[in-house]
């Protein structure tokens, strides 16, 4: 059974920054799976962030953080990152973590989120104005 566990997030002011980590343990077909981030907002549907591949070479963002979020990998400890900078107030939502189990779709497209599971548990980024 793969268990995705995520950290960080909190409350930040408009520019600021926060930076969430997240591992997968449990039976994963790699020691370094591709993982990524999605996010929700009250009201409206989860939607991509980012994801990493299982080399850390190949990356995807959405249009709306591009430029302010950056994805990394380590590897040693099997965790990714997700460093938020210049935070907005409409980056305010729930983060989730999640494995990258299928690779449907072109290798540079913004993958689905049918292809992703399990999922963390969430945390909550807030960012005041």
């Known amino acids: 059974q793969v268990q995705v566990l995520q950290s960080g997030g909190g409350l930040v002011q408009a520019g600021g920054s926060l930076r969430l980590s997240c591992t997968a343990s449990g039976r994963t077909t790699t020691s370094t799976p591709t993982l990524g981030w999605f996010r929700q907002a009250p009201g409206k549907e989860r939607e991509f962030v980012a994801d990493i591949s299982s080399s850390g070479y190949l990356t995807h963002y959405a249009d709306s953080v591009k430029g302010r979020f950056t994805i990394s990998r380590d590897n040693a400890e099997n965790t990714i990152h997700l460093q938020m900078n210049n935070l907005k107030p409409e980056d305010t939502a729930i983060y989730y973590c999640?494995?990258?189990?299928?690779?449907?779709?072109?290798?540079?497209?913004?993958?689905?989120?049918?292809?992703?599971?399990?999922w963390g548990r969430g945390t909550q980024v807030t960012v005041s104005s």
């Open positions: 999640a494995l990258r189990r299928y690779f449907s779709g072109r290798l540079n497209d913004i993958p689905p989120m049918a292809d992703f599971g399990p």
